[in-house]
């Protein structure tokens, strides 16, 4: 993977729900590229990235969000400075998930120097409710995706663990329920 690449995007603050300048970056790269590229608009000032390269009825797909967490009151560190000690490198949101974003555009890159088609989708709001996700798919924009790939770390716990493939993710669900009669302790 580009350790640039990367760099740029640890560099780049993309703290939920303020994505404008992360997507406004990869849009660019994927245009440098030679991606024909389009936003799904979310909310005013924040848009969901996509991109193909090539003709294809059904494209292999790679998925990955543009969002991250705020730093924690202890992190160790400048959070958008990417640091780079042996084969480790830490910096807001290189495991959450600039590190996949990185090898996405890598792969984009790869794709486009060996005229292979392909589909690649960045998302705003995942720290969240998922906004950009639901957004995707409610414009069709998976329609024509054959296979998706997240990029993903499917495990944090354990950082000395090699990271694995999984299929299937987790997901968030939520429900709204409303309960008639009167309000009493149940266990």
Known sequence: MSTEILRELVETPSVFPN???ISG?????????GFKVHEVPVEPGRNNIVGTFGESDRYLGFYGHMDTVP???DYQQDPFTLKIEGDR??????IDMKGGVAAILETAKFAAENNLPVKVLFGV???NISKGAH????????????FLVVGESGQVDDYDQDFALNYGRKGHLQYNIH???????AA
């Open 19 to 21: 994505e404008a300048a």
């Open 125 to 127: 709001d995942e720290e």
């Open 179 to 185: 309960v008639a009669g009167r309000s009493v302790h």
């Open 89 to 94: 490198a830490t910096g807001l949101g290189v």
């Open 135 to 146: 957004a995707l798919v409610d414009a069709g924009e998976l329609d024509d995706v054959a």
């Open 25 to 33: 970056k990869i849009k660019g790269m994927l245009l440098e590229y």
């Open 71 to 73: 730093p924690h009151a």
